[in-house]
């Protein structure tokens, strides 16, 4: 009987480990999205410039409006749920 309560401990449930390692790695990129915030805008890769198809004229990038850079798609749920919550209070 004390061999099968060892052993009903020890398995590794597949379900449980997925549940934890999901979990483990949620809370890793919402962390890493609340220390990091910013993230190379995708569209002008980082230079903030909307080049030109002639010559070497050049706009600003419309998505990230120059800057370079863009929100995480983490750090805006993060920046949505703490609005909701600052309306709620
Ligand atoms: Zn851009």
Same mark, same amino acid.
């Given at each position: ?29 919402? *962390? ?38 863009? *929100? ?18």
């Amino acid at each position: 009987m004390a061999t099968l309560a060892a052993t009903a401990t020890h398995t590794i449930n597949a379900a449980g480990f997925l549940f934890v390692a999901l979990t483990l790695v949620t809370v890793g990129y919402g *962390l890493s999205c609340w220390l990091w915030p910013f993230g190379t805008c995708r569209r002008c890769k980082g230079s903030g410039k909307r080049r030109s198809p002639f010559g070497r004229s050049f706009a600003l990038c419309r998505r990230c409006d120059g800057d370079g850079r863009c *929100l995480r798609v983490g750090r805006r749920i993060i920046n949505a749920l703490r609005e909701i919550h600052d309306k709620s209070s």
